[in-house]
């Protein structure tokens, strides 16, 4: 699972683990060193929606997960907290 999950999501998507005992880890994406440099020196601040590695819609590997597995998650009483917690990436 966490394999085949693995790669970055929108700012707003809350994670906090995939699994029971899973150690996998978040990492922020930043603006490019390029575009801190330009607002510094311009005395800008540009919002993250314009910056060339700003994530806007969930990745195809998590939708096709997804779809993959969502027979079993509507049979489960308890559904994985990434999922009740993103209910609006969940299509």
Known sequence: M????????????KWSSWHV????????T???QSELITEINNGQNFSSEASENFIANTPGNFNAWLSENRESLEK???????L?????FVK
């Open 2 to 13: 966490c394999d085949d999950l693995q790669v970055s999501y929108p700012k707003d998507f």
């Open 30 to 32: 930043l603006k490019t």
């Open 76 to 82: 489960r009483k308890s559904k994985p907290y990434f």
């Open 21 to 28: 005992s899973c150690t996998c880890f978040l990492m922020m």
């Open 84 to 88: 009740e917690e993103n209910k609006k």
